[in-house]
């Protein structure tokens, strides 16, 4: 009986339950990413970087190490060690694989992890970046009520030899004011992890793993005052210093890639897909998400009628 899973095109194998990914269903090869939960060895060399709650080593290795939570040892882009604090939920594991570790799994193997949602608008894939509370969730979960199908949710991986994204897994995380602005139900729903008021939200609907090319890049500018704005396309150059900053795990990502690697992911996308910024009003009621969300449809459909 097949227990593999399918992550950004991946096939992982996990002794860790991942309900939040797909089965395998695709070709009988080898694996490309393992994931156990084992006591992880401490390194007697010391670390290329430290950061709050991470190291890097020469060679690419990477630990997490988070209070409550456990430690996670991601190395050479193939295999997860993780080790569980006493009592903490498997839920609070996963969110930490599905973010942090996936980020560093991309950058291991080559890919640019951009910070970022990303949903499906007419066979195309478009992004929806920002900063961490930026509403790339909310603004990714209204363009879905529109009938948009969800690719990724925070960690966008476009394979820089391709030019596509590779959809990560089908669930969003909403907080429950945005479950009710958009009429979805969040009974039965489990909370993204602790001390975050967050529902995982499945997301099934149309989904696909099958790679796919971005056509757009949609960075939200949040700020204290003034409506929802209009997307304004930045120039070449703005485009790629926006993205840079936007790249997820940017300082790790810059040791282990290289920071001229990533200046070309960086580039390549930016020509492959028009950037935007994207205003947004802190705190603006969310009874205008549908429209926010209709400005950003009517700017992708009006830049694929124009080729």
Same mark, same amino acid.
């Given at each position: 009986m097949n227990h593999d899973l399918i992550l950004c095109g991946w096939r992982v194998r996990s002794t860790l339950p991942l309900p939040e990914l797909l089965p395998w269903t695709g070709e009988d090869r080898p694996v490309d990413i393992e994931i156990d939960v084992a006591n992880i060895p401490v390194p007697t060399v010391a670390p290329t970087l430290v950061l709050p709650h991470s190291r890097l080593w020469d060679n690419g290795d990477f630990l997490l190490e988070l209070d409550g939570v456990g430690r996670f040892w991601v190395t050479q882009g193939r295999q997860v060690l993780v080790e569980p604090a006493t009592d903490c939920p498997a839920a609070g594991l996963r969110a930490f694989i599905l973010g942090s570790v996936l980020g560093v799994l991309c950058h291991q193997r080559g890919l640019l992890p951009i910070h970022a949602s990303a949903v499906r608008i007419d066979e195309v894939a478009v992004l929806i970046a920002g900063i961490s509370g930026a509403g790339k969730s909310t603004l990714a979960a209204a363009l879905g009520a529109r009938g948009h199908a969800l690719l990724s949710d925070d960690v966008a991986a476009i394979d820089p030899k391709s030019g596509?994204?590779? %959809?990560?897994?089908?669930?969003? $995380?909403? +907080? @429950?004011?945005?479950?009710?602005?958009?009429?979805?139900?969040?009974?039965? /729903? /489990? +909370? *993204?992890?602790?001390?975050?008021? &967050?529902?995982?939200?499945?997301?099934?609907?149309?989904? =696909? +793993?099958? %790679?796919?090319?971005?056509?757009?890049?949609?960075? /939200?500018?949040?700020? @204290?005052?003034?409506?929802?704005?209009?997307?304004?396309? #930045? =120039? =070449?150059?703005?485009?790629?210093?926006?993205?840079?900053?936007?790249?997820?795990?940017?300082?790790?990502?810059? *040791?282990?890639? !290289?920071? #001229?690697?990533?200046? !070309?992911?960086?580039? &390549?996308? !930016?020509?492959?897909?028009?950037?935007? +910024? #994207?205003?947004?009003? $802190?705190?603006?009621?969310?009874?205008?998400?549908?429209?926010?969300?209709?400005?950003?449809? =009517?700017?992708?459909?009006? #830049? &694929?009628s124009h080729g």
């Amino acid at each position: 009986m097949n227990h593999d899973l399918i992550l950004c095109g991946w096939r992982v194998r996990s002794t860790l339950p991942l309900p939040e990914l797909l089965p395998w269903t695709g070709e009988d090869r080898p694996v490309d990413i393992e994931i156990d939960v084992a006591n992880i060895p401490v390194p007697t060399v010391a670390p290329t970087l430290v950061l709050p709650h991470s190291r890097l080593w020469d060679n690419g290795d990477f630990l997490l190490e988070l209070d409550g939570v456990g430690r996670f040892w991601v190395t050479q882009g193939r295999q997860v060690l993780v080790e569980p604090a006493t009592d903490c939920p498997a839920a609070g594991l996963r969110a930490f694989i599905l973010g942090s570790v996936l980020g560093v799994l991309c950058h291991q193997r080559g890919l640019l992890p951009i910070h970022a949602s990303a949903v499906r608008i007419d066979e195309v894939a478009v992004l929806i970046a920002g900063i961490s509370g930026a509403g790339k969730s909310t603004l990714a979960a209204a363009l879905g009520a529109r009938g948009h199908a969800l690719l990724s949710d925070d960690v966008a991986a476009i394979d820089p030899k391709s030019g596509q994204l590779l %959809p990560a897994y089908p669930q969003r $995380k909403l +907080t @429950p004011d945005v479950l009710n602005a958009l009429q979805m139900p969040h009974e039965g /729903l /489990l +909370t *993204h992890r602790v001390g975050q008021v &967050k529902y995982r939200v499945p997301a099934f609907a149309d989904f =696909s +793993t099958a %790679p796919i090319a971005p056509a757009a890049v949609f960075v /939200l500018n949040v700020s @204290p005052i003034g409506p929802f704005g209009a997307p304004q396309r #930045l =120039s =070449s150059a703005k485009a790629m210093a926006l993205l840079d900053r936007m790249i997820y795990r940017r300082a790790v990502g810059h *040791h282990i890639q !290289s920071k #001229l690697a990533l200046f !070309s992911s960086v580039a &390549k996308l !930016s020509h492959l897909a028009p950037v935007y +910024t #994207l205003p947004r009003r $802190k705190g603006a009621p969310l009874s205008e998400l549908d429209d926010f969300a209709a400005q950003v449809e =009517s700017c992708v459909r009006t #830049l &694929k009628s124009h080729g």
